[in-house]
T-cell receptor
């Protein structure tokens, strides 16, 4: 599969624990996006990377959230001190330099905070 | 910021009928309008998109129309089949001030059910 991949696909954690998700974009895609999707809603933008630079963060991204893309390839999203309200599907998407508006999504990581 | 409204939230049609889903947006700077199909437990998949320099685009049984003046765009699916059953999301996108990011704002989705 040469599409966007995410790991893990599912994560169950207890409130207060830290979790980290990984996203591997399509090869040669220099732009990478993180979204959050809750039940019955469309994806909501969290943050965006161009190569290794994090260029924009949504107000949805509280101080407990941090994202990195150290070598401009894969990215990680960490949530510290998880809360029940963090339960959601976390989606990653990537796009090409030449077609920057066309975003391709990964399968997502479904997080459940107990 | 941008706000995208999508209607209806659910749509049930008979196999072979047409389905229409409508979206409105608020930011006149938006110039890119993709539609995604999401089956249960799967990733959103891009099915068609349109840029603001055209009014209509068609790909086999799927078409999208755009009215920039009224700030609305629609997805049309003809000759629907049971495998078209899924949640469909519209989105509106615009470049940030630096010209590097194309931020997408999504509607809440439409659950389409095609009955055999």
């Amino acid at each position: 599969d040469t599409g966007v991949s995410q790991d893990p696909r599912h994560k169950i954690t207890k409130r207060g624990q830290n979790v980290t998700f990984r996203c591997d974009p399509i090869s040669e895609h220099n732009r990478l996006y993180w979204y959050r999707q809750t039940l019955g809603q469309g994806p909501e933008f969290l943050t965006y990377f161009q190569n290794e630079a994090q260029l924009e963060k949504s107000r949805l991204l509280s101080d407990r959230f941090s994202a990195e893309r150290p070598k401009g390839s894969f990215s990680t999203l960490e949530i510290q001190r998880t809360e029940q309200g963090d339960s959601a599907m976390y989606l990653c998407a990537s796009s090409l330099r030449q077609l920057k508006e066309t975003q391709y999504f990964g399968p997502g990581t479904r997080l459940l905070v107990l | 910021g941008e706000n995208v409204e999508q209607h209806p939230s659910t749509l049930s049609v008979q196999e072979g009928d047409s389905a229409v889903i409508k979206c409105t947006y608020s930011d006149s700077a938006s110039n890119y309008f993709p539609w995604y199909k999401q089956e249960l437990g799967k990733r959103p998949q891009l099915i068609i998109d349109i840029r603001s320099n055209v009014g209509e685009k068609k790909d086999q049984r799927i078409a999208v129309t755009l009215n920039k003046t009224a700030k609305h765009f629609s997805l049309h699916i003809t000759e629907t089949q049971p495998e078209d059953s899924a949640v469909y999301f519209c989105a509106a996108g615009s470049q940030d001030s630096g010209g590097s990011n194309y931020k997408l704002t999504f509607g809440k989705g439409t659950l389409l059910t095609v009955n055999p």
